[in-house]
């Protein structure tokens, strides 16, 4: 979160409510924990029905909720920093999730009080169980972005984590009524300016990626709409990844 001020948030862990559509798998009881650092900001097992959630969800676009659902939500004012938001199952349960964030302010234009960028850590799977950023570009004029998938450099210090996929494929997908792939990415060094990715890392404050990596990156200009960032690996190679959207000025 940029700039002086704290920024009212919504973020939703949704799990049951997957079920209405068509995902199966889904995890039937989520719970969602919010950090700064080390620190419990926040937390929700079931969002119980809050009236100002569901107004929030309303104004927001969000799809609702059922009051009696065993979803996750936490509505709050957040100062500038940097935030991690957890999404476990109660009881030990495993399944898919749904974690969403959307910055519910109404602030002007070019305001430098903004959400500036979401990133989402898990485990690529194959076939359907790939790890999805959907994200949105709203206003009447292109938005540059700087979307990552990143694998083996979580692998290396100073992250050092443990099963990492090797071999990231980036695939952006605007959503227009069907999917339309707008640009694919492999390794991102190819098919890329690399001068221009690692500027645009820099100006965001994004870690830089290894020369020579595997990881996948797209710097692009996208007009308004509904778009996704979809990452597997080559064939049926599963393993954790990073994938990150920025908004580059």
């Given amino acids: ?143 540059k972005v700087l979307i990552r998938a990143v694998g083996p450099t979580l692998g290396a210090a100073p992250f050092n984590v443990g099963g990492v996929l090797n071999d990231p494929i980036l695939k952006l997908v605007r959503s227009n009524g069907g999917d339309t792939v707008v640009r694919e990415n492999d390794n991102w060094e190819m098919g890329n300016d690399a001068a221009l990715i690692n500027e645009a890392a820099a100006k965001v404050g994004a870690f830089p990626l290894a020369a020579g990596g595997r990881d996948a990156a797209i710097l692009i200009n996208l007009p308004p709409g509904t778009y996704s960032a979809q990452v597997t690996g080559p064939g049926t190679t599963t393993g954790v990844a990073l994938v990150e959207v920025y908004e580059v000025p």
């Avoid at 979160?1 to 409510?17: D, M, Y």
């Fill in 1 to 143: 979160v940029a700039g002086e001020e704290p920024k009212q948030v919504l973020i939703r862990a949704i799990g049951p409510s997957l079920a209405g559509f068509g995902v199966t798998g889904a995890l039937a009881d989520t719970q969602l924990q919010l950090f700064n650092g080390n620190t419990l900001v926040a937390t929700n097992d079931n969002w119980g029905g809050s009236a100002a959630v569901s107004t929030a969800s309303n104004q927001a676009g969000a799809f609702p909720l059922s009051p009696s659902s065993l979803d996750s939500v936490i509505y709050t004012a957040l100062p500038p920093g940097s935030y991690t938001a957890q999404v476990s199952g109660v009881g030990g349960r495993t399944g898919i999730a749904l974690i969403e964030l959307y910055d519910t302010d109404n602030l002007q234009p070019f305001s430098a009080q903004k959400v500036t960028n979401v990133a989402t850590r898990g485990v690529v799977g194959t076939g359907p169980n790939q790890l999805i950023a959907g994200f949105v570009v709203s206003g009447n004029t292109a938005k």
